[in-house]
């Protein structure tokens, strides 16, 4: 019979998920043995110590695990899924295990029928805690609901892998808490921005053109943090060695070191002109900016500019899909602008690259270098967090600070395979701990890598050839009246429905005879037809969701539930009480809808050309 089921979960998980069959596979010999219980049902032993109750397992699952359903369930352990039975996420719902050992997983294999088990509560197994912990970030996005468990004997018998499915968790909490304040925060002025910005970086360079421009050449990426300012000087001796790539906030203090950057990064929608206004030291430095940057920045006395875009940002993604000539590099971050500059010094071919200024820590009450120019930038104690520090121990950061460090866990190995000679140093000498980078001492990274004079400006320039055009091509002006005019359509449907509510309202009132609520449902037709007609301005206009995207989710949980309830046979007070509950519904998603319609049109393209 074992050989029966193994075989049976062989076959399932070669289609359900080839790779952990690749990890059962190559699992060495379980540390555990199978023990028979009273209860009739397997336990797995270890000397004198049970993984699950040495009586009755699945009884204990029960007892135990006291989960409320939820979207997502996470498990620490999985044995031979007896805490997985005994859950249910809820409906729709999707369960992600970490199981630390993957022979326990081949005993399982064995024992335990997969192909019923794991399907029916939406699961998906790991034995690889990058995978899981990948998986944990795709899964636990903002809105979605969330349980978790820990089975108590793994708790004991695997405490160091504990700890890292706990990180895994907080890691994926601290994102989708963090990129939710960030979308909420970002939804005008960011999206503003990228429009009053389109007439400039529409005609600028693709940053694509830089790949491997610099193959081979030593970069700096300097941050500022609190620590920049002792390497200044070291800096500035062998400046005309290395390719700096600066952010745009130590503009000045690199002026007033002397330091002239050969790129300055910048992301911000923000007004932050004065971290460059005035500066002297830019004129033959070349910008990197995102789509979205203050167009004070394109407008800025330099040499060239590059752009590139992100894949979050509504407004670039519309007019992508609607003109997919103007399509750019798309820039791997996570929302720091210091990590762009990271990910432009990779895409450009250098190596080695070392990080300077890159604390990521907070010095006392200073997040930044430059006490001048930055004094003014102070932090919330709720956005202050705990973490593994450069030399051990644990250091003050903060949440955004935390999140960058994610992005290089989650990044480096990636561009790694992309560029296989990427070699990684950190001679900032302070604050948060970085993993693949290797600590050093600057003093020491200029005398190994900064050896030779280097000429940047002439390889940039082959790739630096301006598109010609005019600010704002009709293009685009085109697609910006067609928009407006789809938002005035759907600013009708919103006039519409208000309408039609207000004729159920007195018809529901009026209600005394039978022919009243056949009238009454004689006129429902018509709330699915002003659907359809949403539907249809949908889909008239490729992208539109983009902008709308979080009012057409809650659109879609309002027709789900309405599927899921079906046709009930209610008395007529039922019906009643449902068809009003239902109006109210609607009624939210349009007053959404026309919040957004007002956003879009009085501060979004308030100013654009049509």
């Not at 989650?410 to 140093?425: G, H, I, M, N």
């Not at 003093?443 to 000429?455: I, Y």
């Not at 599927?563 to 008395?571: E, F, V």
């Amino acid at each position: 019979m074992t050989t029966d089921i193994a075989s049976i979960n062989r076959a399932f998980l070669a289609s359900y998920d080839p790779q952990l069959l690749a990890e059962i596979d190559a699992a060495p010999s379980a540390h555990f043995t199978r023990a028979d219980t009273p209860s009739g049902h397997p336990t797995l032993q270890r000397g004198k110590q049970f993984l699950h109750d040495p009586r009755d397992p699945a009884a204990e699952a029960k007892r135990l695990l006291d989960l409320q359903p939820r979207e997502l369930h996470l498990h620490f352990g999985f044995g031979l899924g007896y805490f997985l039975e005994a859950d249910q996420p809820g409906q729709g719902g999707t369960t992600l295990v970490f199981e630390p050992d993957p022979g326990v997983l081949r005993c399982a294999f064995e024992t335990r029928r997969l192909d019923t088990l794991l399907p029916s509560r939406g699961t998906l197994l790991f034995s690889d805690i990058h995978r899981f912990d990948s998986a944990m970030g795709r899964y636990l996005q903002p809105g979605v609901t969330v349980s978790a468990f820990a089975a108590p004997q793994h708790q004991a018998f695997f405490p160091q892998h504990f700890q890292a499915f706990a990180a895994a968790y907080n890691k994926a909490h601290e994102k989708r808490r963090f990129h939710k304040g960030l979308f909420d925060e970002a939804v005008a002025g960011t999206w503003r921005s990228t429009v009053q910005s389109l007439p400039f970086s529409s005609r600028a360079t693709d940053a694509e053109r830089l790949l491997n421009t610099l193959k081979g050449m030593p970069a700096v990426v300097i941050s500022a943090g609190p620590s920049l300012e002792k390497h200044l000087d070291t800096l500035r001796l062998h400046q005309d060695r290395v390719v700096i790539f600066a952010i745009a906030r130590t503009a000045h203090l690199l002026e007033r070191n002397g330091i002239r950057p050969h790129f300055l990064v910048h992301i911000e929608a923000q007004d932050f002109i004065d971290f460059i206004d005035d500066c002297t030291n830019l004129d033959e430095t070349d910008f990197l900016l995102a789509e979205q940057t203050e167009k004070g920045y394109f407008q800025f006395p330099h040499r060239q500019t590059f752009v590139f875009q992100s894949r979050f940002n509504p407004v670039t993604r519309w007019l992508n899909l609607r003109l997919p000539a103007l399509r750019k590099q798309i820039a791997a971050t996570s929302g720091s602008v210091s990590s762009i500059g990271f990910f432009m010094a990779a895409l450009a071919g250098c190596s080695p690259i070392v990080l300077l200024g890159q604390d990521l820590a907070l010095k006392g009450e200073h997040i930044y270098a430059d006490g001048h120019h930055n004094a003014a930038y102070r932090f919330s104690g709720n956005k202050v967090r705990y973490a593994p520090g450069f030399f051990g121990g644990r250091v003050q950061t903060l949440d955004h600070y935390l999140l960058t460090a994610y992005w290089f866990q989650d990044a480096v190995p990636q561009l790694q395979k992309q560029f296989p000679d990427l070699e990684l140093y950190n001679a900032t000498g302070t604050g948060l701990a970085l993993p693949y980078f290797q600590p050093i001492r600057f003093r020491e990274a200029c005398h190994r890598f900064f050896t030779r004079p280097l000429d940047v400006a002439e390889r940039v320039r082959a790739v630096a050839e301006r598109d010609a055009g005019p600010e704002l091509s009709e293009s685009i002006r085109t697609e910006i009246g067609q928009l407006l005019a789809v938002l005035s359509n759907l600013e009708a449907l919103k006039g519409r429905f208000q309408s039609l509510r207000t004729d159920f309202n007195k018809r529901l009132r009026r209600i005394k005879k039978p022919k009243d609520v056949a009238a009454l449902q004689r006129k429902l037709p018509k709330l699915d037809q002003l659907n359809q007609a949403l539907q249809e301005a949908h889909a008239n206009h490729q992208g539109l969701e983009f902008f709308f995207q979080s009012e057409l989710d809650y659109l879609k949980q309002i027709h789900k539930a309405m599927q899921t309830r079906g046709a009930q046979n209610h008395d007529f007070g039922s019906w009643q009480r449902q068809l009003q509950a239902d109006l109210d519904e609607f009624q939210k998603f349009y007053d959404m809808l026309k919040a957004k319609i007002e956003k879009l049109r009085t501060e979004v393209f308030a100013d654009a050309p049509v």
